[in-house]
């Protein structure tokens, strides 16, 4: 994997990640894929939507179709169909919101399945094992996810062992074909931040990722950390902010020297409804647009508003139609490229701030608080 | 509204329908859109499939988003974003099938909502006045479908009926932009069935349908009817089988000079796992495709075959991904236009009986019969 940092604008960054798949200009969003598809839409959508990397996750994959199946497919490109570049978060976030959490040991973490209950064991060893096999891009190493709030001792705990796991997901590794990004831990505690950075950076990262964020904190905590963090990240590879979020976090985590996000908001939010619009998230459900024959987003040029009302994403929807899972998704994930597009295009202008004051006086204008 | 016999094979039709969106070639197939919508494909990949007409429904869209916002929207095009023809059929079938059906008097059809339970009426005329002001190409009278079994008392009546319900609906037009059929009923009556059309053919419809088949008759009922009605009805006018079919079905109305078909078939088997192939269909859900690295049909060119594997589509309907119906919706529809694309081609080249013969040798092989 190679990144390359082109322009600078402020902390903000633009720049340009190449892996065996191909490449993304950063600051990106990666949709989620978690179990091999983004949830109704087909890649080629999602590549026509100029989108190059797309997240998915181990522990979904670990337990369906599991690791042979990818391995006999051929890895999880011949898998799934998608052509471009795969990042695998690592399925310790997963693990402590989904499965059962069984026991976290030295060794790793003990789960059961939340599909049928079924024992697993996860070392950090056993992830980059996956990840490997299966071929991704990017892999995330297995990390424990300090929850919020905790307490100094167990963030102190917890991100002193993901140091520790770290160090052992770098020596198990076997092929440079899958970078191996590390997970900055500690909570809301600039110091055990600080530390986590510290020890992460003297270990041959291709990337760091900021963990144990929007995890419930207050949104002054997250920024706080965010900067703290992409901070002390060492210049050259990417930073990477796991799990968010919502327009106004990107913007503010791009201007603290973000790299690259992901969210299951836009796909999540599209199938309940609601969309997101330059002047703010409306919900299509709402009765006033029963009869409003104007597009989701009149400056949006995604399929969904170039052929379709809101008037007819409401009746699909009340309808309990599929398809309004679908147009709903194809505009919220297009909303979200072209954010990122915009984004990148006003750091190359050097416009940055500029950029962000605009888009959050229009964006919080909130045309539909429906 | 246009129709043209080119090409005859046999009883078997090669002709072009004409309507104010546009043009289909025949035998057609018609993808159902009961709420004006494909459940699971977007109207530009029906379009690249290469349909050009959809049928609808008025009970469905009365219901839901109702004629009031349909004709804000300026029609059903305008409203749907469908550009290609549309058919609907009344709801006379939906009414019973669905609705609480309430009375059928001399004067029309009282009904209860399947969504609320409110209570609606249908006559002939309203039926023709909402199809003109929603804008249809074709619309179809409302009709009492015969159930199966039914007396012959019972089915003269009906039959009787529909054909006073066929004048009236002739007598309620105002606009010939769009279109009107009749509807052949007479349960599996002969001379009920001949009375019918005797008394149809009369009328100025621009088309006729035969209605009242594949409502749980065998099989060999339906053919005779089919090729009975079929060979009765006007030499110039499409002849539209309702509700049918599977491919063989299909192909035996074909060869009795049908010209048109709908059925939920491809598209609510898709939602449910069920796969056409050349060889037969095949249940996605079975277990012996979970290392099949094959696409569902090697001779199939659709999106979905093209790009994935069975072992892939079995994994997304396992685990519940709404992808699963897209791509599934996407091969059945396909397998549907392609089918009829080789049916039109061997009736222009007068080797229906030899394209029927080969294929359902093929498709009965039954590769899959999981």
Redesign the interface.
Known sequence: MEFQVIRKDGNARYGILRGTHGETETPCFMPVGT??????????RIGQMGYSLVLSNVYHLYL??GLE?LQ??GGIH????WKGLILTDSGGFQVFSLSKLMKITEDGIYFKSHIDGSEHFFSPEFVVEFEEKIGVDIGMVLDECTPYPATYEYAKHSMERTVRWALRSIRARTTDKTAIFAIVQGGVYNDLRLKCVEMLSELPFEGFAIGGLSVGEPKDEMYRITRLVASQLPEDKPRYLMGVGKPEDILEAVEAGVDMFDCVIPTRNA?NGTLFTSRGKINIKAAKF??D?SPVDPECDC?TCK???R??LR??Y??G???A???NTIHNLHFYGRLMKDIREAIKKGKFQEFKRNFLEKYSSQEGSG
Chains 1, 2 share one sequence.
Request: positive net charge; hydrophobic residues 45%; without cysteine.
């Open positions: 179990l091999g598809a983004v949830k109704g839409v087909t890649w080629d369906r179709p199946i006999e497919a011949p898998f799934t169909g199938r029963k009869r024959f399929y052929n379709f009302s008037a007819y009746h699909l009340v309808s139609e599929i398809n899972a679908i147009l």
